[in-house]
């Protein structure tokens, strides 16, 4: 493929306002008889693209045209010479959904025709402008036998639907212009869940949500989820929905987790279908996220949509801060904020470090399946957050009113988004979304003769300029947080509630008896790094006194990162008083059972390799991670005890709060099997009433190393060998389990009867996994590398997305020592040289580059 670049987007010289589509289903000769209505704007050759087509007739105004007037390659379709005037193209290809493996386009999944258009899948169905800035009102007509298919269904309402000569055929329009990518059809023998919802003008809309037959009793939460995100954008954003019916599918296959097509959402089923005995909290809350982020690219997204995938932030950045919005108002703000930020510092942040880093707007892409990245998406939504944060609710929602009333209906650029707010300098802003990696702020802070000052200077990532930081800080003594009157503010802007730093700001205040502590970043306030000195005892008070959850956590986070540190570095520090404040917080019952789970969990491994920095030893890393669970399970043995023998919610109840209380027991549960208590953790594992608790259990077994884990894990494998979505949950559990034989074992469960290249969920739960099972994936030897590139070599004939995808865990190898760093290097080479998708190349060369 060629390089893509932002600076050299041109409109394309033909519009197209209306297509006509007729599917022919077969499994491996579908025919698609396509019908575009071209306007000429510029004029010249029509050039259109193809993806491995093969055309089969082409007319022009409905004649046959002569094979002298275009040119037809698999991968182009030009008219040589268009009509000056608006013109009717039929273009008939044939394509076969039983041998795409590649799952973009019109593929079949368990016998269930669906497709996967989004960015550039729609032309491997039918020769188009497969780009987002062409929008066409479609027509569509599914075509199967009588017999055959019964569920037939597409974008918009349904027209018609009837049998005719043994064939039935459903008819869709939906009126709505939309550009290729929002594409879809849907055709199989599927169960549904109905049910129906009165939109604020009081318009009925009927809601199906369609699922393998049998299945459907668990598609109620999806269900209910998808009514609470109806009436919630309704409220928050003023938003309706705007057809008769909003189709939701489940497919198995599915390259990513959902696909938010005009009127018919397709999902991963995985963020569909539930109930306790299958899917535990985080499952449900997934799904809940899931279905709102689909529901709420109808307007972001959908009825406005992006100019060019440079712009895709726009509609993924965008739309993750909706949905986490949603999920702050449905759930808990504290605990989702907390959630979020450990989601950006373990994807985001090391991607912004890495040799994949990029613009959150980038300005080049060699493959655009690639550029589906959490600094697109989780990035892209702290930047929504910081606007929001400068300019506060009602100013951000007259902003968003505006963007839905300029640019309802277009193809729209970042530009024209930050455009409808009124923040200080978004010339500066947009630098934000123009420079990779995250700026640090260095805090420093003085005391002396009752004056205190606290200095907060940006420091740019490496060839990135300053940027405006929206900086929420209260300084906190014994009577309260100080009065922001009293504070005298330099070198910054001061906002409701924060204060926004460019280059350097120094708070002071006079008068004061002490020091006070200052609370900096609060609600993770922008998406930076803060360098700060470690001090234990302000990170003490600030877990004690403070009332932002963030800050709380993170002083939580950062003393158990430090400590981790030291043992890595055999310096061991004493640990006592994190295990006593932690104790205390854990206990206290004025907070949230969710936010003190969250303060229960370690640090992450990845988080430690990043402290390290260099010359990573993993095995180390497993040591220290696992030691420091061992001593802070030992010390607060008795409050755990308390927390693990909390009354259990019923196992039915699948509300934030019961996920809560689940969540601090099982945290409670992992830390006292880390002190060697696993006894607990094997009886839950046998007397679980939920998939919640008996996964918790078993992972305390598996991540402990206890020796009761392969029997308990057995079991648990036999029992649900029929259940994909749970040996999808063993598959990553064996693959992540942090001891000597994790490599032989999944080479092992890689020829388990139920693991399959062909469905991602698989590949990821098995081989996704085990990229993220630090000590075995960086084995000095190689091995974990090679195995995970032999899969990867394999998947870039049939999935390229997904190979790509397991590739990117080689980003952070740079960490490691040089004897890894080579063994990476020459596997990557290799993948390299013998790769033939662009989507492998584009990562292997990123990766490789010098
Ligand atoms: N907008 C959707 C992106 C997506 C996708 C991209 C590439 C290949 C397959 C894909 N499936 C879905 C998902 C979303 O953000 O809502
Ligand atoms: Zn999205």
Redesign the pocket.
Known sequence: GKTVFLKDYAPTPYRAPHTSLMFALHPTRTVVRATTLYEPVGGGPLELAGDGLSLMAAELDGAPLDESAYEATPDRFVLKAPPAEPFALTLVTVVSPDDNTEL?GLYRSNGVYCT?C??E?YRRITYAYDRPDVLSVYDVFVVSDAEGEQVLLSNGNLVDRKVSGGRLTAHWHDPFPKPTYLFALVAGDLGAVTDEFTTMSGRKVELNIYVERGKEPRATYAMDALKRSMVWDETRFGREYDLDVFNIVAVSD???????NKGLNVFNDRYVLADPDVATDQDYAGIETVIA??YF?NWT?NRITCRDWFQLCLK?GL?VFRDQEFTSDERSRGVKRIADVRRLRAAQFPEDASPLRHCVRPNRYDEI?NL?TSTV?DKGAELIRMIHTMIGEPRFRAGMDDYFARFDGTAATVEDFIGCFSIPDPGAFMRWYEEPGTPRVKVAEAFKDGRYTLELTQVPAEGASVKPIPVRLALLTDTGAIDPAKATVTGGEIGTGHIVLTDRVTVTVNRLNAAPIASVMRGFSAPVTIERAPDEARDLTLIAKDDDPFTVWDAVQRLALSAMQARYDGAAIDETPLAAALGTLAANAGHEPAFRALALILPTRQALIEAIGQNVDPDRVDTAHQGLGASLGEKMRDVLARLHGAPLPPADDVSADAAGQRALRNAAMQLLASAGDTGRAMAQAKNATSMTDRLAALGALAFTNAGEADEALATFAREYDHEPLVLDKYFAMEAMRPDAEALDRVRRLMEHPKFSLKTPNRVRSLIGAFAQNVAAFHRADGSGYRLVAEVAKSLDKSNP?VAARLLTSFSDVRRFDAPRREAAADVLADVLQTATSSDVVDIARRLTAK
């Open positions: 973009m996967q989004e960015a899948g599915f390259n990513m987790g959902a696909m938010e982020h689909e690219h997204g993924e739309t399946s589906y998406y997305q």
